[in-house]
């Protein structure tokens, strides 16, 4: 490359130099960088790898409890089904990642029967399926897992608003998938998969309509 300095439109000085390829920061690296970012890995999580060539969806979730991230994991591995998001969002904005991006994890659980046609997620031989127990005819399709990503967002239905720096983070983490995969996944939440379910809440709705045109939370 080369530099070259201006005295007003007259160049003056000109420099030649390399880039080496080791020295660019990639930018999903930048974007992850901007992440409260700990993780709490576990083999229980964990149920088998997901290439990125699978990967879909951005599926969004509600815990449903008051209790942070750490309180969140601990219920997830006393529980022994197994299940287990990607990340959890905690309402002070920092994040916990629990399954490594190229894993599969069991945040989606059973669909709406038919739903693996409808969404493209056909495949669902790489799951292990551990843990897993059939909750019904009517939701008898497996795939979402297979193909997305998980977000818990630590928040109970009907009890107000999502904090400011939740929302902020939960903006900077979907810009650190998009970057990690070059591409924008497509943003669902678990309602969608499974009907009857209750998350996302009503009050994340407008939210949600934002995140699935921009995003983020707020145009
Ligand atoms: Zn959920």
New binding site residues.
């Given amino acids: 490359m080369t530099a070259r300095i201006y005295a007003g439109d007259k160049p003056v000085a000109e420099t030649a130099f390399k880039v080496n390829k080791s020295d660019l920061v990639p930018s999903w690296k930048a974007a992850k960088a901007k992440l409260r970012l700990t993780t709490a890995y576990r083999g229980v999580f964990n149920h088998r790898p997901k290439p990125k060539s699978c990967q879909k969806y951005i599926?969004l979730?509600?815990t449903?409890g008051d209790g942070d991230a750490s309180t969140v994991v601990s219920w997830w591995v006393t529980s022994g089904q197994r299940v287990a998001a990607h990340f959890i969002v905690n309402k002070d904005g920092s994040i916990v990642q629990c399954v490594p991006l190229d894993r599969i994890a069991h945040?989606?659980g059973f669909g709406d029967t038919g739903h693996n046609r409808k969404y493209g997620v056909t495949d669902e031989s790489r799951d292990d399926k551990k843990g897993t127990a059939s909750i019904g005819p009517w939701a008898a399709d497996y795939g979402m897992n297979s193909y997305s990503i998980?977000i818990?967002m630590v928040h109970v239905g009907g009890s107000g608003y999502y904090p400011a720096a939740q929302l902020k983070a939960l903006d900077n983490l979907i810009a650190y998938i998009d970057a990690y995969y070059g591409r924008k996944c497509r943003i669902i939440d678990?309602k969608a998969w499974r009907s009857g379910?209750s998350?996302t809440s009503p009050e994340f709705a407008g939210y949600l309509r934002n995140y699935q045109k921009y995003r983020k939370h707020a145009a």
């Fill in positions: 599926v979730h509600d449903e945040h989606a998980g818990e678990h379910n998350d």
